[in-house]
Nanobody
């Protein structure tokens, strides 16, 4: 019900934009998140945006990543700039509605020269 796109291979210092679109059965998410999971590590929160537009970021991505949402399209974005090899991971979107939460299937981001 969440479809992600935009991952891929990029060189250090490059940029990528991830998108996550919700199906029509998911209405007005309260919170939208991006998480990531690197090999051998736990899944971690990267960025959060609320229905009012408030945002929060992990310290490791502050100043480099920007989360945004298009409520009309039920879509959340993650603009990633100045990418580093340590940003390599599978990125997952998550949307929270009353009494439920939905996860995307994940999209691979690889930062390597």
């Amino acid at each position: 019900q969440l479809v992600e796109s935009g991952g891929g291979l990029v060189q250090p210092g490059g940029s990528l934009r991830l998108s996550c679109a919700a199906s029509g059965s998911i209405f007005s998410p309260i919170v939208m998140n991006w998480y990531r999971q690197a090999p051998g590590k736990q899944r971690e929160s990267v960025a959060t945006i609320t229905s009012s537009g408030s945002t929060n970021y992990a310290d490791s991505v502050k100043g480099r990543f920007t989360i945004s949402r298009d409520n009309a399209k039920n879509t959340v974005y993650l603009q990633m700039n100045s990418l580093k090899p340590e940003d390599t991971a599978v990125y997952y979107c998550r949307m929270v509605v009353p009494a439920n939460a939905y996860w995307g299937q994940g999209t691979q981001v690889t930062v390597s020269s």
